[in-house]
T-cell receptor, first 112, second 111 residues
Framework: DGGITQSPKYLFRKEGQNVTLSCEQN?????MYWYRQDPGQGLRLIYY???????QKGDIAEGYSVSREKKESFPLTVTSAQKNPTAFYLC???????????FGPGTRLLVL | SQQGEEDPQALSIQEGENATMNCSYK?????LQWYRQNSGRGLVHLILIRSNEREKHSGRLRVTLDTSKKSSSLLITASRAADTASYFCATDETSNYQLIWGAGTKLIIKP
């Protein structure tokens, strides 16, 4: 898991509620990613950011929002528009010129 | 979009045996990577093989790449109980730092 922290480990969302997942890194990496993982499936890209104050939608951005105000932080908000948010959310980073991704420990989001 | 498809979806072997997992992909790639995920945890990078390489080794891991067949295999030799995990392949086709992931192979090593 290295220098990437995700919090909380478990998160419960009520109907119609927005929730924010935290991702912080001390690796000085430029690029950060958010993935969603459903049981028995691979990773699907939600959003990614290559530099501060810039981010792009991935394959499944609908119902999610992000910000990148600091290099170290890339929070993900799961909005009420995301009707099926129950999943395991993984944050990852990549350093300048690198090709491999480093992952945080993940946040499991459950709906009450 | 899903690029890689792993085969088999699940594999159960005895400790000490070799485990082979395969990954197929659809388009041209710059490199292919293998990652490991222990249950409920983040992924850990294992090995990267570039499109101009055919085979690569790292400890008990051996990866092959056949670009003509658009496929790769991951061999874990002399398996241990601690190798129990899910293994994912990911391809980089555009060098824009995006990876496209397969669905993974769940490997169980029986002691």
């Amino acid at each position: 898991d290295g220098g990437i922290t995700q919090s909380p480990k478990y998160l419960f969302r009520k109907e119609g509620q927005n929730v924010t997942l935290s991702c912080e890194q001390n690796l000085n990496h430029d690029a950060m990613y958010w993935y969603r993982q459903d049981p028995g499936q691979g990773l699907r890209l939600i959003y990614y950011s290559q530099i501060v104050n810039d981010f792009q939608k991935g394959d499944i951005a609908e119902g999610y929002s992000v910000s990148r105000e600091k290099k170290e932080s890339f929070p993900l908000t799961v909005t009420s528009a995301q009707k099926n948010p129950t999943a395991f959310y993984l944050c990852a980073t990549t350093g300048q010129g690198q090709e491999t991704q480093y992952f945080g420990p993940g946040t499991r989001l459950l709906v009450l | 979009s899903q690029q890689g498809e792993e085969d088999p979806q699940a594999l159960s072997i005895q400790e000490g045996e070799n485990a082979t997992m395969n990954c197929s992909y659809k388009t041209s790639i710059n490199n292919l990577q293998w990652y490991r995920q222990n249950s409920g945890r983040g992924l850990v990078h294992l090995i990267l093989i570039r499109s101009n390489e055919r085979e690569k080794h790292s400890g008990r891991l051996r990866v092959t790449l056949d670009t003509s067949k658009k496929s790769s295999s991951l061999l874990i030799t002399a398996s241990r109980a601690a190798d129990t995990a899910s293994y994912f392949c990911a391809t980089d086709e555009t060098s824009n730092y995006q990876l496209i992931w397969g669905a993974g192979t769940k490997l169980i090593i029986k002691p």
